[in-house]
C-alpha cells in the first residue's frame, strides 16, 4: 500500500544531508562545550560555527542568536522575559495563535501581571490591522505577539507592516515564525520585528531543537536558569548535535527557497483545483487562494456521516494529514482557529500540508481517495 505523508505543518521528514552532518558530530565530538579543554574547545567551535551561519543567513549579528529547545520555548521566553523586563502592562494577540502563545498570554493575564487584548480576524483569518491600531493608541506599555503564518489554516501576516505599527506607538513586537522560518527570505536588518521564533524540525532539521532571535537593542533575562550557556541567557548543556543539525537544515532550505516555494505551491494548487473539481460542496478555511502559505492547505469538506472516521478512512490507506495542529490532534475539542473564524463546525475539516520531499503522484493518490470515501 502506498504511505504518503501530508502532515509536514506539524513535522517534517528529516533530510539525509542534516543526518549525515550530525552523524559526523556524534561520532567524533562528545565533548561538553563549556569545557575549557580541546573536546570542549571543539564542540564550542561547532555551536558557535552554526550560529554564525543562522546569523548570516538573517542578516544578523551572531549575538542575537539564542538557541532552544524549539518554537515553544522561544515563544515563552519572548512573551514571559519581555513582560517580566520591561514592564509590560497590556499584551496584544489573536486568537488564533499557536498554544505556545495562547496559553502563555492567557497565563500572564491570570496571575495579574498584564491585561491581554485580542485583535479581530476575518472570516478569512486575517488581523483586522485597524483594530490592531486602536488597541495600541488606547494601550500604552504594550507587547504585541501574532504569529507570521497560521499553523492551521496557513493565512500569512504582512509583518513589516504590523512592525511598523508597533514602532509607531512604541510597542514591542514578536512573532511565532516557526511555519516560516527557512520556507521564507528573512532580513532582520529591514523586518522591523524584535523577537522571532525558530524550530527546526518544521525544515526537515531534528525535533528539539531551535532558536529565537532577540534584537541587540531588547535586554531581557533568561527563562531558565543555571550555567552560563548562551552567554548567560539559556542555563543547560547545549544541545549540540539538534544545534548542528538546525544550522545544516537552515543552509539547504535556504539555499533553493525560491526553488522549494514554486515547486510547493504547485501541488497546493493541483489538489485546490482538483478538490473543487471532484467534491461537490468542498471550500477552504482560510484564505488558501490569497495571501496564504504555500505548505498548508486547510480542506472544509461536505457533511457526512463518515465526519468522525475521516483520519481513520484515510490512515488505513497510507494517508497521513491532520484534523487540526499537532499539538491538538489527540484531543476532543474543535480547532479553536476554525471557531475563531467562523467555520462551519459541522462539517469535517481536514488539514493536508506539503513539503519539498512529497511528489505530485502523491497528491494525486491522496486525492482520488477522498474522492472514493466521499461517494
Known amino acids: 500500500m502506498q504511505k504518503v505523508y501530508l502532515d509536514n505543518a506539524a513535522t517534517t521528514p528529516i533530510d539525509p544531508e542534516v543526518v549525515k552532518a550530525m552523524h559526523q558530530v556524534m561520532l ?4 561538553n562545550p563549556s569545557s575549557l579543554h580541546f573536546f570542549g574547545r571543539k564542540t564550542r567551535a561547532l555551536i558557535e560555527k552554526s550560529r554564525r551561519s543562522i546569523a548570516e543567513q538573517l542578516n544578523v549579528s551572531a549575538g542575537e542568536i539564542f538557541f532552544t529547545s524549539g518554537g515553544t520555548e522561544a515563544d515563552n521566553m519572548a512573551i ?33 501581571l498584564v491585561q491581554l487584548h485580542f485583535v479581530k480576524v476575518d472570516a478569512a483569518g486575517h488581523v483586522d490591522v485597524h483594530h490592531l ?39 514591542l513586537f ?34 528539539g531543537s531551535g532558536f529565537i532571535y532577540l534584537s541587540s537593542d531588547l535586554q531581557v533575562k533568561p527563562l531558565i536558569y543555571g550555567g552560563s550557556q548562551e552567554r548567560n541567557m539559556r542555563g543547560g548543556t547545549e544541545n549540540l548535535y539538534g544545534i548542528v543539525g538546525l544550522a545544516k537544515a537552515f543552509e539547504i532550505a535556504n539555499q533553493e527557497v525560491q526553488t522549494h516555494q514554486k ?22 478555511n482560510g484564505d488558501a487562494k490569497g495571501n496564504s502559505l504555500y505548505t498548508v492547505l486547510n480542506v472544509c469538506l461536505p457533511k457526512t456521516d463518515k465526519a468522525e472516521m475521516l ?29 475563531a473564524i467562523n467555520s462551519d463546525m459541522q462539517r469535517p475539516s481536514l488539514r493536508f500540508s506539503f513539503s519539498r520531499m ?5 497528491v494525486k493518490y491522496a486525492c482520488s481517495v477522498i474522492k472514493s470515501i466521499f461517494n
Open 28 to 31: 567524533e565530538d562528545f565533548g
Open 80 to 112: 514571559w522575559q519581555t513582560v517580566i523586563d520591561h514592564g509590560i502592562k497590556h499584551l496584544i494577540t489573536s486568537p488564533i495563535e499557536h498554544h505556545a502563545v495562547l496559553h502563555t498570554a492567557q497565563e500572564l493575564e491570570k496571575r495579574g
Open 133 to 171: 491600531e486602536e488597541l495600541l493608541q488606547h494601550n500604552s506599555k504594550a507587547l504585541v505577539t501574532l504569529m507570521h503564518a497560521n499553523n492551521e489554516i496557513g493565512n500569512l501576516l504582512d509583518l513589516s507592516r504590523v512592525g511598523n505599527l508597533c514602532k509607531k506607538y512604541d510597542a
Open 174 to 207: 514578536h512573532s511565532d515564525t516557526v511555519q516560516t522560518m527557512a520556507h521564507y527570505t528573512f532580513d532582520l536588518q529591514k523586518l522591523p520585528v524584535d523577537m522571532i521564533s525558530c524550530s527546526a524540525h518544521k525544515f526537515h532539521g531534528p525535533k
Open 263 to 284: 515547486y510547493v505551491q504547485s501541488l497546493k494548487t493541483y489538489m485546490i483545483d482538483w478538490l473543487e473539481q471532484h467534491i461537490k460542496g468542498v471550500s477552504f
Open 311 to 339: 483520519l481513520y478512512l484515510l490512515d488505513i490507506k497510507g494517508i497521513a494529514c491532520s484534523a487540526g495542529s499537532a499539538c491538538t490532534s489527540g484531543a476532543n475539542t474543535g480547532s479553536h482557529v476554525l471557531k
Open 358 to 362: 512529497n511528489t505530485l503522484e502523491e
